[in-house]
């Protein structure tokens, strides 16, 4: 059945390590995004991508990067510079504006 | 600059009488609202939606109001019940062009039983 799935669940940085987020849709939907989710706090975009092979940041885009070389993957990876790491991460997908997005099951992203 | 928000960060409420979950927004541009549900350590999930053409949009206990003068809308649930017992978030768009949707802080409901 259809869905988002992202792996891993669980996820363990050491500092100066960069670590990439798994992000993957079956939803054949155009538009896929990331957002990051801190205690007590709303959904913060990181970046999105409304294509194949084209991304746009969002409000928090430093200390990331994405890629989007499949229409059905959109990886996030999170690099070194970003000083506050720790959060929870969503995946999201929707298949054009004006309609409903739909989320992954998340990451949480802890530093050792 | 939060374009949407939800000013009551918390709310209890009765197992059986109304929940009423509000949010403002500044952007007169948005024409396309969301309400999501979300457990703690899991993704939201979607719960209703309205489109700026309508005011009103039910779906069986859920029922959200647009009130397009006021920037304003609001999500009803009745009867409520201790399962709604979540965090909710509402989410604005502009459909002419990007698909980037603005979220607000979220409301933790609890419906005490």
């Known amino acids: 059945d259809g869905g988002i799935t992202q792996s891993p669940k669980y996820l363990f940085r050491k500092e100066g390590q960069n670590v990439t987020l798994s992000c993957e849709q079956n939803?054949?939907?155009?538009?896929m995004y990331w957002y990051r989710q801190d205690p007590g706090q709303g959904l913060r975009l990181i970046y999105y991508?409304?294509?194949?092979?084209?991304?746009q940041k969002g409000d928090i885009a430093e200390g990331y990067s994405v890629s989007r070389e499949k229409k059905e993957s959109f990886p996030l990876t999170v690099t070194s510079a970003q000083k506050n790491p720790t959060a929870f991460y969503l995946c999201?997908?929707?298949?054009?504006?004006?309609?409903?997005?739909?989320f992954g099951p998340g990451t949480r992203l802890l530093v050792l | 600059d939060q374009q949407v928000k939800q000013n009551s960060p918390s709310l209890s409420v009765q197992e059986g009488r109304i929940s009423i979950l509000n949010c403002d927004y500044t952007?007169?541009?948005?024409?396309?609202f969301l309400w999501y549900k979300k457990y703690p350590a899991e993704g939201p999930t979607f719960l209703i939606s309205?489109?700026?053409?309508?005011d009103k949009n039910e779906d069986g206990r859920f029922t959200v109001f647009l009130n397009k003068s006021a920037k304003h809308l609001s999500l009803h649930i009745v009867p409520s019940q201790p399962g709604d017992s979540a965090v909710y978030f509402c989410?604005?768009?502009?459909?002419?062009?990007?698909?980037?949707?603005?979220f607000g802080t979220g409301t933790r409901l609890k419906v005490l039983a």
């Open positions: 999201a997908s929707s298949a054009a504006p004006g309609v409903t997005q739909y």
């Open positions: 939803l054949n939907h155009d538009a």
């Open positions: 991508s409304q294509i194949v092979n084209d991304f």
């Open positions: 952007n007169s541009m948005f024409d396309y």
């Open positions: 309205i489109s700026s053409i309508k």
């Open positions: 989410a604005a768009s502009e459909t002419s062009g990007t698909y980037k949707y603005i």
